[in-house]
């Protein structure tokens, strides 16, 4: 399984980002896709996630009505649309996936994980 993540840069506060997952390596149907983010100094946290077959997303409350995670199934990609950046959104966005449909915000139960990639939001 490879997961592939783009779409990161610089941005100011207010602005929007979509960032990309493309996954590899096998069908994901059944599994949960997710979306997670490391700032300096901090742990990695949940962003969002995805059920792969049924399309049920669940977020974290800090971007709750600003992100949007879906998929892509043709494409086998999945996305994170991010509107109304915040200086505290900055960090390394990582995509993961979990053959636990309901893994939900559980880092554990995701054993694949893409490389990362830099979203850093200005005040």
């Known amino acids: 399984v490879q997961l592939q993540a783009s779409g990161g840069g610089l941005v100011q506060a207010g602005g929007s980002l979509r960032l990309s997952c493309a996954a590899s390596?096998?069908?994901?149907?059944?599994?949960?896709m997710g979306w997670f983010r490391q700032a300096p100094g901090k742990e990695r946290e949940f962003v969002a996630t995805i059920n792969w077959s049924s399309g049920i997303t669940y977020y974290a409350d800090s971007v709750k009505g600003r992100f949007t995670i879906s998929r892509d199934n043709a494409k086998n990609t999945v996305y994170l649309q991010m509107n109304s950046l915040k200086p505290e959104d900055t960090a390394v966005y990582y995509c993961a996936a979990s053959p636990v449909h309901n893994a939900g915000s559980n880092y554990y139960l995701y054993g694949y994980w893409g490389q990362g990639t830099l979203v850093t939001v200005s005040s």
């Open positions: 390596g096998r069908t994901f149907s059944g599994y949960a």
